[in-house]
């Protein structure tokens, strides 16, 4: 278990295309070179590479397209999928890359592309160049606590969330919270909850850094209070009978972004051919993920060791949208279900990016000075989206970056084209 200020985070584990501004220069010096068109799905350069993924459900699109040989069919025939361990796993093996015995892409939390293009959370510190291809999912995440604060009732919504905490920190034992990665999504869900609840994250709370697999044991053995993370481990906290799901994901935010498949930007370059392929492929498996007729299926596959680890129990139910909250509420055809295609879920909207970077500019992990459009424009690739998508034949292809102002469960509101206003109208935040 790690411990991390805003400082030392980086230590831890070895609307449409109009103006996002903010800011001057990218951070550092990187490079604003135009990104050159991608080439016609001519052959493959290489039908060769490597991609990570970490132990949760939102990997699925990954894992279908090489188990149900959509890779294969798009040329792709030497798709090597390596599971990670943590996220900080993933990020050093991004650095590496392929060729030195890392990876060359990975389902990976959307922050972290644009950390790992400023170089913010690079071993070496240097910018490794990212390029977000697809949106792996939305929503399908979840909050939850121990089950010692049932009595609390936490929700969405808690009014007495700040005297619970406060309650718990006078023992001299300070509340903790545990996340993913810092500045990852996860992270972000549980700031900006505890936040809308008048919980200053930075001093009121110990937040903690656990890797997704790892959660519910951690839990088991009272290191944590609460914590948020993908599928499975929420529902299996549920069934071991160790805490409760205080909220869905996307009661925070509905629909909001999450995972994004994501290339190191020179394999890109390189292979143009081959990333559009792997692009194709991928959107097909997350058509395949969202029909229901295949929902058993998928859970049965993701169950693997090789993959999630987990039993079908554990995936199933909240793949469907039947969701036991572990307190009395149950749910079925839940609307925050996770989606892989469907409503645009596949589409990397840069209105959604520029919210992940203002809200990392927000908690400290990016500068102020980030030029929030020109660091999205550089790392969000939605053009080779929709390149990929006429290729497959799809007409859901939307017409613009920008899906308008998101409005999340307080009523605060995201206009991509001033996200100042927004950092200003905030009460708690690194930034002063």
């Not at 987990?310 to 055809?333: E, F, H, I, M, W």
């Not at 596949?346 to 929030?372: A, M, Q």
Request: glycine residues 8%.
């Amino acid at each position: 278990m790690t411990h991390f200020s805003r400082r030392q985070f980086l230590l831890c584990s070895t609307a449409g295309t109009t103006a996002f501004g903010l800011g001057l220069g990218l951070v550092g010096s990187m490079a604003l070179a135009p990104i050159p068109a991608l080439a016609a799905p001519g052959k493959a350069e290489t039908t060769e590479v490597d991609l990570g993924f970490i132990a949760l459900t939102d990997a699925a699109p990954l894992i279908i397209a090489k188990e149900k040989g959509f890779f294969a069919k798009e040329g792709m025939t030497g798709v090597n999928l390596k599971k990670q361990t943590s996220w900080a796993v993933t990020r050093d093996n991004l650095e590496l890359g392929g060729g030195r015995g890392g990876i060359d892409g990975a389902h990976l939390l959307t922050p972290m592309a644009y950390l790992l293009t400023t170089g913010a959370i690079a071993k070496s510190r240097q910018p490794v160049p990212i390029s977000i291809l697809a949106r792996l999912n939305t929503q399908g995440q979840g909050l939850s606590a121990s089950k010692a604060f049932l009595p609390a009732k936490f929700k969405v919504k808690s009014a007495n969330l700040e005297s619970v905490i406060d309650k718990k920190n006078k023992t001299g034992d300070k509340f903790k919270a545990a996340v993913t990665f810092p500045g990852g999504t996860h992270d972000l869900w549980m700031r900006y909850w505890l936040a809308a609840n008048g919980v200053d994250p930075n001093k009121d709370v110990d937040i903690v850094v656990i890797p997704p697999p790892q959660m519910v044991a951690n839990m088991q053995s009272n290191t944590m209070d609460v914590f948020c993370v993908g599928e499975p481990w929420n529902e299996r906290l549920v069934n071991k009978k160790l805490g409760y799901t205080v909220l869905q994901t996307g009661e925070i935010w509905k629909q909001h972004p999450e995972k994004a498949f994501s290339m190191r930007s020179d394999w890109v370059k390189k292979n143009p051919n081959a990333s559009l392929r792997l692009l194709m492929a991928v959107q097909q498996a997350q058509k395949w993920a969202d029909n229901p007729a295949n929902t058993k299926e998928l859970a049965t596959i993701l169950a693997q060791d090789k993959y999630v680890k987990a039993s079908v129990d554990d995936l199933l139910p909240r793949l469907q949208g039947t969701v036991d909250y572990g307190d009395g509420r149950k749910v079925t055809n839940s609307p925050y279900k996770m989606l892989f295609f469907q409503s645009n879920a596949s589409f990397p909207y840069k209105s959604h990016d520029t919210w992940f970077v203002t809200e990392n500019i927000r908690w400290g992990y990016l500068p102020k000075t980030t030029n929030i459009k020109a660091l999205v424009a550089k790392v969000n690739r939605s053009d080779l989206w929709r390149k990929a998508a006429k290729e497959n034949g799809y007409k859901e292809i939307p017409s613009g970056d920008s899906r308008g102002v998101e409005v999340f469960f307080d009523g605060v509101k995201f206009d991509a084209n001033n996200p100042q206003a927004y950092l200003k109208a905030l009460k708690f935040k690194a930034l002063q």
